[in-house]
């Protein structure tokens, strides 16, 4: 379970994992991974972008969870984080493809080598609650990427989709369990309905 920074302890974490396997090859600083989008300016070469979030919908049945004897709270909410997975080289055009193929295919290798993060791989409320981070590749068809590629301005760019989770993001209020403390029951009244 973990607190509203889940969303953003997962992205973390992704990041994080790629930094510990793909420096200094075929990348050669920290900076040259993060969560981005693909244009968007900065140092990112390899970047992370959350295009979709989804709750999981069998979560919704789950029972709420009691405190103490006056206090509950409702479960946690179930999401599934889908990312984009995409380099952007600067290098000369000659260069560029085969670069930015070594990338990524070293990049989709991490992840798939790294599959389920177990909890001393994660950041945050993850690693501080134990939990695991299940990364599962996606066959999506070319419709479903091209709607992900129209919301930028680049063309020819390399990618892998990607389903992360499902991670936990807990209820925050605390509810108040309202009590029965007094029943009124009139024996005289029942018992006159039976006669008549």
Same mark, same amino acid.
């Given at each position: 379970?973990?607190?509203?920074?889940? @969303?953003?302890?997962?992205?973390?974490?992704? &990041?994080? =994992?790629?930094?510990?396997?793909?420096?200094?090859?075929?990348?050669?600083?920290? *900076?040259?991974?993060?969560?981005?989008?693909?244009?968007?300016?900065?140092?990112?070469?390899?970047?992370?972008?959350?295009?979709?979030?989804?709750?999981?919908?069998?979560?919704?049945? /789950?029972?709420?969870? *009691?405190?103490?004897?006056?206090?509950?709270?409702?479960?946690?909410?179930?999401?599934?984080?889908?990312?984009?997975?995409?380099? /952007?080289?600067?290098?000369?055009?000659?260069?560029?493809? &085969?670069?930015?193929? +070594?990338?990524?295919? !070293?990049? @989709?290798?991490?992840?798939?080598?790294?599959?389920?993060?177990?909890?001393?791989?994660?950041?945050?409320?993850?690693?501080?609650?134990?939990?695991?981070?299940?990364?599962?590749? =996606?066959?999506?068809?070319?419709? *479903?990427?091209?709607?992900?590629?129209? =919301?930028?301005?680049?063309?020819?760019?390399?990618?892998?989709?990607?389903?992360?989770?499902?991670?936990?993001?807990?209820?925050? +209020?605390?509810?108040?369990?309202?009590?029965?403390?007094?029943?009124?029951?009139? @024996?005289?009244?029942?018992? !006159?309905?039976?006669?008549?």
């Amino acid at each position: 379970m973990g607190s509203y920074t889940v @969303i953003a302890d997962a992205g973390r974490s992704l &990041v994080s =994992l790629l930094q510990k396997n793909m420096i200094p090859e075929p990348l050669q600083k920290p *900076e040259d991974i993060g969560l981005c989008t693909p244009d968007e300016p900065g140092n990112a070469r390899l970047g992370l972008f959350l295009y979709d979030i989804e709750e999981v919908p069998e979560s919704r049945n /789950r029972e709420r969870i *009691e405190l103490d004897k006056e206090h509950y709270r409702n479960p946690p909410t179930s999401l599934y984080l889908y990312y984009m997975l995409f380099v /952007r080289m600067e290098s000369e055009i000659a260069n560029r493809a &085969v670069d930015e193929q +070594r990338i990524l295919g !070293r990049a @989709i290798q991490v992840l798939n080598d790294y599959n389920r993060m177990a909890a001393e791989d994660l950041q945050g409320t993850l690693k501080e609650n134990g939990e695991n981070l299940d990364i599962q590749g =996606l066959v999506l068809p070319f419709e *479903e990427k091209h709607k992900v590629y129209s =919301l930028f301005q680049q063309k020819g760019l390399h990618s892998f989709f990607y389903k992360v989770g499902p991670v936990f993001l807990d209820a925050a +209020r605390i509810r108040r369990i309202q009590r029965v403390t007094e029943a009124k029951i009139d @024996i005289q009244q029942k018992a !006159r309905g039976h006669r008549g």
